[in-house]
């Protein structure tokens, strides 16, 4: 597991056409990482201080310019494709823009760290699709309407290949989030050159210095301070739009236009201004209000893009709304007055530093070490952290409870043995950190197509599933829980379609694993028995626990005080012995008349006959049927049920059972071999199958306090042994060694 110390980095950038914050961003980043520049081509103009400094490690690929709109397109990506064997030099990848994101996706040798800096996704086929697509006569729109879809799947396709995605401000993770329906791996502002943009004066002008295109809205700042004829306003900038905006400024004595000046010229325009405006349609992110800020100078912005989340409204600069109109900037600057301005210049310069170049390289770096290729990589699948029937609302029935608890751990101990963590998710995951996840959206057939796809493109290491299948692209050293085969023992439970689901998934989970692991001696005992493997081939890893304590009744005398419920907590379903309890409920409510059974749990198989039960036995008002429950809930009901059952024969494992004793309510389970393993002495066991035991079994923890007092104590002490990090340490001890 020792880094590389050395790896060959370079950064891959469309072109160095013109002087904009996403040029300067990857310009400085490739001199403080001493990495190659590998771009279409390079503008002498642009940048011309930094491109000296590269020297030899700028690669322009071509002199040649094509500059025709639809064309250029293709001769970009062309040129990456001639000359595409350059990529696969380096170790570590860093692209920015379209074409070069592409270019990188589908180049660059497998193994390498492939990295993206988004500015933004292509608008042009999301958000902005309608727009751009009007802006062609009718004739050509249905042939911009294919190419916008031919390029939205090239970028789709390009992203999702890249390890690290990196966002420049939350207003970007959002775009990317709902264009692509993944996410970003972390967001890192673009960086500030703070120590060139110094306070000077405060003068008496304002100044505009943003690149001037449609998006800028420099039009509309000229035209305002037409009406300003007392204030001065100097656009220090270019851009396609520049002659429209010297016509508007043709015969106003108080606006200047200079067109594009040097660095340090621009760097005294900011110094002596008295404050900068800057209020661009929807911004990625921004740079100049913060340049603005770090020479000591507030701003006049809008309340649009990345400008939202990098101004403190009324400090830093004055957000006026978004979709702006001439009067709204009149009245921003009729605020901004020199004294205003004035006391702003400690609180500016105080907020550009968090966004200093130092800053940008610091985080950046982290990513790289973190994410040194040299060192291993452990995927694991997490596409049942959550219930996927029900995205998004946290449902779980034990196997989500199992994965998320593993998963947690297993991700804490891999870190601290200094290996990469990936953790593919359909949805990004709140509690895990987001620097160690891939989100891949939700599909058909996820495990099959999407995360089979990704193990193809960047191969871990090991490979781990805690819940399904193991993918055909997965690496040698991969691994699986299987958590039961009760549809092998008691084949008579299950559908045809189950039986035949979960023996294939089982058997390619064993075809394709070094190792398996599973959550008891019982389940284990069974695998081996039922595929005919060696011992040594699975491996018990005893199923942990996470204290409620928290939340439950904290000692036996308020444990008397609990309402006359019977709990039953999983899927309604036949396989679960649910309608042995309610038929066990029904002889013990026959003398008990003021006690409820409650079951919370999803229908599953032969519910519709368990309820058909409740109601020939005249029990509905007895027996409350709930369905799913939130884990608030469940909770309020392991808080205030006297007794719990769980009466299922077949069972893998049961979390359900330590929820109780960690609740402290004395249990009731069927007397199998995993119950009795997992539960030891701090339950009652009745005969599987006989509701007539089951009863009797109830009845006598109804009245027997001293009984129901021993029982707790000895549940207690089962869940302060219970660890998920144990469990994980044995799995992860495993999967190095």
Known sequence: MQKNKNPKIAIVHDHLGFCGGGERTV??????????????????????????????????????IVNMRVIRFFWLRGLFYMRRDILKNYDILIASSQAATEAVARYSRKDALKIVYTHTTPRRVFDQYKISKNMYPLILRPAYAVFALFWKKLYLRAISKFDINIANSNNIRARIKNHTKSDASAVIWPPVITDRFRWLEFGDYYLSFGRVDEAKRVELIAQAFLEMPDKKLIIASGGPRLEAVKRIAKNAKNIQVLDWVSDEKLFDLVGRCQATIYIPLDEDAGMTHLESNSAGKPYLGVMEGGLIESTIDNETGILIPAKPKREDVILGISKMTKEWCESKKNICVKHAEKYRSQEFFKKIKNIINKNNPDIPVLGIDASRWEDPRYIG??????????????????????????????????????????????????????????????????????????????????????????????????????????????????????????????????????????????EDRVVYAPMGYASNFEFRISNFEKNKAKNKNIIYIGRIEKKKSVDVLVRAFAEFSQSNFDWKLILAGSDGYGADEIKFLIKKLDLQEKIETLGFVSEEKKRELLKTSAIFVHPG???????????????????????????????????????PGDFGDLAVKINELACNQKLIKALIGKGDKIIKQKSWKESARTMIDVILN
């Open 27 to 64: 310009l400085l980043l490739a001199l403080e990482l001493g990495a190659d520049f590998i771009t279409a081509y390079a503008d002498s103009e642009t940048f011309s201080e930094y491109q000296k400094k590269l020297g030899n490690k700028l690669i322009p690929l071509t002199k040649r």
């Open 393 to 534: 609302e946290r449902r779980r029935t034990g196997v989500e409870v199992y994965s998320k608890n593993i998963i947690s751990e297993l991700v804490k101990l891999a870190l601290e043995k200094n290996l990469r963590v990936r953790v593919y998710t359909p949805r990004t995951i709140q509690s895990l950190p987001l620097a160690i996840q891939k989100a891949i959206p939700y599909g058909k057939g996820w495990t099959r197509t999407k995360l089979n796809k990704e193990l193809f493109n960047s191969p871990p290491e090991y490979f781990f599933t805690p819940s399904y299948y193991i993918p055909k692209n997965a690496p040698k050293k991969s691994f699986a829980v299987i958590h039961d085969v009760i549809f092998k023992s008691n084949p008579e439970k299950y559908t045809l379609k189950e039986r035949l689901i979960q023996n294939y998934t089982t058997k390619l989970n064993i075809k394709r694993t070094r190792k398996i692991f599973t959550v008891s001696e019982n389940s284990r005992d069974e695998i081996i028995k039922y595929y005919n493997l060696s």
């Open 649 to 687: 024969s077949l069972e893998g494992s049961s979390i359900s059972l330590l929820e109780a004793f960690d609740f402290q309510i004395p249990a009731i389970a069927a007397d199998i071999k995993v119950m009795k393993e997992l539960g030891d002495d701090a339950a009652l066991f009745f005969k």
